[in-house]
Nanobody, 117 residues
Framework: QVQLQESGPGLVKPSQTLSLTCIVS??????????WSWIRQPPGKGMEWIGY???????YYSPSLKSPTSISRDTSKNQFTLQLSSVTPEDTAVYYC?????????WGQGTQVTVSS
């Protein structure tokens, strides 16, 4: 059973960098041909896919994102990290990590991130 757990600060100030980590257990993030995504849900809105990091380490991001975005990984810890730079209050959301790209089969429980001064 694959399990994912998000961790990171719940409050970030505008213009700062948001950093969230997803710790994966029960499966390796380097196993072919799995992809590991970040998704968010702003208050009162639908799910928004942010991007993924592949088993190979390659990344792809949603072109609609306004904040500079980076997804990296630490294979020794079996975890991957999302960084959003220069955040604004529009980046306030519940952030999820999941396995997959368009169809996700395992999800983390989600973590609330609020961007506010």
């Amino acid at each position: 059973q694959v399990q994912l757990q998000e961790s990171g600060p719940g409050l970030v100030k505008p213009s700062q960098t948001l950093s969230l980590t997803c710790i994966v257990s029960g499966g390796s993030i380097t196993t072919k041909y799995y992809y590991w995504s970040w998704i968010r849900q702003p208050p009162g809105k639908g799910m928004e896919w942010i991007g993924y990091i592949a088993y190979s380490g390659s990344t792809y991001y949603s072109p609609s994102l306004k904040s500079p975005t980076s997804i990296s990984r630490d294979t020794s810890k079996n975890q991957f990290t999302l960084q959003l730079s220069s955040v604004t209050p529009e980046d306030t959301a519940v952030y999820y990590c999941a396995r997959g790209t368009t169809m996700m089969d395992y999800w983390g429980q989600g973590t609330q991130v609020t961007v506010s001064s």
